[in-house]
């Protein structure tokens, strides 16, 4: 945050001019801008649909949900959107005229003249279907001549008042308002009718003054105060008119359909009561529930003689039944059968058995007696078969007379629905439409009393009024939005450029990008001087900043023994090899042996940069031809504790040489006679040289380049780290511009590493 907030005090001159112009900007449009008025009416609205439903609850047709055929109602929200339809502002603007504009040049802008115009313009004999917008100049030449000119239409003609002059889509017609003066100017704006409209009604709004209210508050803005009254009382007078208009229309409509169906009912009607009484007297009904009452008593009676004779004949059948079986039993005598022949019968009949069971328990079966009694029993069976007989054939007869009976009474009361129903037809139709006619005949006396009512749907509370000056644009909020947006824009500006940057720029980018320590930083060489740190230039901002890397280094790695330090980077241009060279000048000038090894055999750089310009027998010969340590190490001329190991003869298999065991016996034999040994690695992200040497290295210092470096390379930088693939590794940032707020230097032209343990520095780790 903090560094945001210095990197946004450093381009304070942007934010400076850009309010400066914002605000310009806002004094040149406010010179521009034409001052709108706010005029204010309102309206009260009747709710008709609440007037409606309070006086007509009791009435049949809304008892039966018809009211809307007869009745529509209108409420408050249907009344606003009809004050703010097209067509009634298009009407306003037919009447007056508000697709012709004169107006006045008045500075930078155009100023509506209105009742101070000479004149009045007027379009005749139109000739095109769609009107496009135009502009007219006219000049008076004189108390009736003047010149017309438009540009859009290259028109240049004299005119006389009174009479017309031809343009391409109409002829103009300008008539005398008052006393003209010869070279006044004026400018004549002429839309269609549609584009007027659309105009008006965008500076038109309609509110409610609040909830549950029906008074409405209508706001216009218009930059004319005196024909923005007039735009907005013609609107409040043209709504009025239409509901007059309307509701005399609707009642004309009314009672033309009134009329309509009360002839038709009157004709239903009678043919109705016709059909009545012709059913009544085909029928012979005078009280058709009361003759239904009758016979369904009489069916009634029948139908329950049926039942017992049918209950009767089941019992006579089952006993008959039972005696012919032949078996000597009793015959229980409480069987409800009324026949006194039958009965006198079957008495004797139980007698005779109850006396043979007695006789049996003491006789045998062969003793006459019982033999006797037999023969008794059977003649008596048989003659109350016999009455069984009779009495069943009695009943079968008695049944089926009661049963024709019954079903004759049963056919006169099926057919008593079907007249009933005919007849309560005839009855409901004759009741809808008396009810029916009497309900029109009123309605049409509501419909011609609401046709001659004064009553208005709705009354002006407050007529339109305009407010004493221009309301709009107002100075105050044109400035205020211009230095918000002289702010917000350069704002906006340095935070999308801040997200689209893809280099490497201030430190907070690399503690957001990684948590690799920074070893040093070194500042922007403006020669292009390859020995950066001399004896010759001893005190220059770059060879400070090398100074302080030195005694970082000296800190993060044992002085007690000789030191491999590689140094590689993501890509190339990121300034290795010349750090490589810097950076161990530094160390030779305090004494110390150090020796370069130019590990990148594919494009070598630093022998040229230590002035050797010939290819050399160096590292590739050491490997390949088994060349000595003394026969390829090379003297520097700048400083005599410096030496130098060139890539040596061009090889095509540089990574493969690596692997060899004399690399091993190389970096050996180099800590035995150096302090210190700076390899110049080729850059890690394009080949894996620097990754093969590492066994032999104790500190790995990645280069990355300010305004160079690209910030999805860390991703790269950070895998290294995690993976171990790279030693003690630690960052270097090259070409940094120190001028620049938000880059905060230390390590460099303050001493040597007592800032860094300030920082939170000790032996190469954070405290």
Known sequence: MGNFIKNMVSKWYVFLISVVVFLLLSFLYLQVAIP???????????????????????????????????????????????????????EVVHDLGLNIVVGQRSGLRIKEVYDLAPFDVQMVDVHTDSIKERNFEIEWISEKDFRLTDDDEEINKAGTLGQPVATKQYDLLLKPNGPIHKGAKYEVNIVS????????????????????????????????????????????????????????????????????????????????????????????????????????????????????????????????????????????????????????????????????????????????????????????????LQSIGSYRRELQLTSKEVGALNAG?????????????????????????????????????????????????????????????????????????????????????????????????????????????????????????????????????????????????????????????????????????????NLGNALSMTGKKVAFVELDMRKPKLASMMGVQERTPGLSDYIEKGLSLDEIIQANEYNANSFLISAGSYSETPSELLHSDRIAQLFEELKQRFDFIIVDSPPVGLVSDAMIIQPHVDMTIFVCRHNYTRKEQFKFINELKSKNKLAEMYLVINDVDFSRSDYFGYGYGYGYGVEMEDKGWKWGRRK
């Open 409 to 581: 009474f049963n056919n006169q009361i099926s057919s008593v629905p079907a007249k009933e129903k005919q007849f309560v037809n005839y009855s409901r139709q004759q009741a809808l439409k008396q009810q029916l006619y009497v309900y029109l005949l009123q309605k049409r006396e509501e419909a011609t009393i609401a046709k001659t009512a004064n009553s208005q749907s709705a009354s002006i509370v407050d007529p339109a009024k305009s407010s004493g000056g221009p309301v709009k644009p107002k100075p105050i909020i044109i400035y205020f939005m211009g230095m918000l947006l002289g702010l917000i824009l350069p704002f906006g500006y340095i935070n999308i450029n801040e997200l689209l940057r893809s280099r490497l720029k201030s430190d907070t980018d690399i503690e957001y990008l990684t948590d690799i320590e920074i070893l040093g930083k070194i500042g922007h060489n403006p020669n292009s001087e390859a020995l950066a740190i001399s004896s010759h230039k001893p005190n220059t901002l770059i060879a400070e900043g090398f100074r302080s890397l030195r005694a970082n280094l000296y800190y993060a790695l044992q002085s007690n023994k000789s030191n491999v330090v590689m140094l590689t980077s993501s890509i190339k241009g990121e300034g290795k090899t010349f750090l490589s060279w």
């Open 193 to 384: 009718e549609d584009a007027a409209t659309r105009k008006l009604m965008s500076e038109l709004t309609v509110e409610l003054t609040e909830k549950g209210a029906t008074t409405l508050n209508l706001d216009f803005f218009y930059p004319n105060p005196k024909r923005g009254e007039l735009i907005l009382q013609t609107l409040m007078n043209r709504y009025m008119e239409n509901n007059r208009l309307e509701k005399i229309r609707r009642a004309d409509s009314t009672l033309g359909y009134i009329d309509q169906r009360l002839a038709v009912v009157a004709s239903e009607l009678d043919q109705v009561e016709q059909d009545l009484a012709a059913f009544r007297s085909r029928n012979r009904i005078t009280d058709i529930s009361e003759q239904s009452k009758l016979l369904v008593g009489n069916a009634n009676d029948y139908y329950n003689k049926l039942k017992d004779q049918q209950v009767q004949l089941q019992i006579v059948k089952d006993l008959e039944g039972y005696i012919k079986n032949g078996q000597n039993q009793r015959i229980p005598s409480s069987l409800n059968i009324q026949n006194a022949s039958f009965g006198s019968s079957l008495e004797r009949y139980n007698t005779l058995m109850q006396e043979y069971e007695k006789k049996k328990l003491s006789l045998t079966d062969s003793n006459p007696i019982l033999k006797n009694l037999e023969e008794q029993i059977k003649g008596e069976r048989s003659n109350l």
């Open 36 to 90: 709108d008025y706010e005029i204010t009416g309102g309206l009260m609205l009747k709710d008709e649909k609440t007037q409606a439903e309070s006086k007509t609850v009791a009435t049949f047709a809304n008892d039966n949900g018809l009211s809307f055929l007869l009745n529509p109602s209108e409420n408050v929200s249907n009344e606003t959107r009809i004050l703010t339809s097209r067509k009634l502002m298009k």
